[in-house]
């Protein structure tokens, strides 16, 4: 019960962040909203998202995955609320920092409700359920917002009250769900921001890094700037397809992900950033020749290696890992993929007077380029025998093999 509560629940959070994407250029077009608005929201959301997981990220573990979880559903709730009446960049900008804050608490609090209630077999299911489940509900919130835009009555407010009816229904199937911790006290001493990796984990996290700064890079790249990109660049400018474009590099990251447990996480790893940067190659290639249909291609080739290689990070990174370890560990994890979404970002809106779309674009090839270069190199697997894995392994491996 908790873990399918927790899953449905971590999917309806995302699928509402997601469903948002679609209505940008709704927005742009009814509004006058420039890319330079829609590029703050896109900020405003990952402010939002980092801070609460800087301060809020291990709150969990002292007051309860079930509370906090529900909290989390509660923000993206009002997030909606707000959204309901957009007419100007403010309030665009405050609903999708409601959402930030509400996608912190649901990073850190339901993905780890997600690792502690997952079955032990298969071995894979706690990363893959916990890394991917996000992944899919952006794509399923994507895609079924530009069909409801596209196709629905009030294709500006329909999506949300949807979403508002699945928060709702989540929030009510975590109430009824079984607690996972203990409650401990030191909840305000959990507030302060620490950022910390369990022993044995270290020499992981540089490539960890790697992989998720890139691969959300270029997640919050779909966000921001292809709507534009798929309207002046590839002529389409149907809300539907501009949804299943940006669920086309989400939904393969959750469909690649079991692929990387056949490996180890290393070398998982190495073949997914592989995957991840010949989708890239694809994606410049068809931006010259206005191809949508390979585009599309090259973003599901790229979407499917940064599944591989991010489950496989995880399953690294939570490796011999405790109950107390996890929101630790999923704060870092996200604290780098929003760090990631958002400071090439921040560049990149810089020089969006300087250099074309086309261009920009050719400097987060260039980012994914070095990320494969240095995963490739440097990917090493979990050790063996650390503290960690003396205490209790209660996280699937898969087996991981010794360093290297």
Known sequence: MAFVSAVISLLASFATVGSTIPLFNIYRAQEGFTNADIFLTVVAYSVGTLGTL????????????????????????????????VHDIGTLIAGRGLMGLGAGLASSALTSYVVDAAPARPAWMASVASSQTVMLGLAVGAVASGALVQFGPWPRDLIYVVDIALLLLSAVLIAAS??????????????????????????????????????????????????ALVEDQLHARSPLVLGLVFAAYMAPSALGAPLGGRFSSAEAQRIGMVAFLTGWI???????????????????????????????????????????????????IYILSYSGATIPSLISAQLTDVFSLPQITLGYLGLAVAATAFTTVSARNPRTGTINDIQQNDVGTGGEKPSR
């Open 54 to 85: 800087l301060v809020l990220g291990r709150l969990s573990n002292h007051m309860g995955r079930r509370p906090i979880s529900v909290a989390s559903l509660v923000l993206l709730v009002l997030g909606c609320l707000v959204l309901l009446s």
């Open 178 to 227: 079984p607690e996972t911790v203990a409650l401990t006290p030191g909840g305000w001493r959990s507030l302060r921001p620490n950022v910390r990796i369990p022993v044995g984990a270290g020499h992981l996290l540089a490539v960890a890094a790697a992989v998720f700064l890139s691969t959300w890079a270029t997640g919050n790249f779909y966000q921001t700037f292809v709507p």
């Open 282 to 332: 694809g994606l410049i290639a068809a931006i010259i020749t206005g191809a949508l249909p390979l585009f599309i291609t090259a973003t599901i080739i790229a979407g499917a290696g940064q599944g591989i290689a991010i489950s496989a990070a995880t399953r690294g990174l939570l490796h011999g890992s405790t109950l107390a370890d996890r929101a630790p560990i999923f704060g870092v």
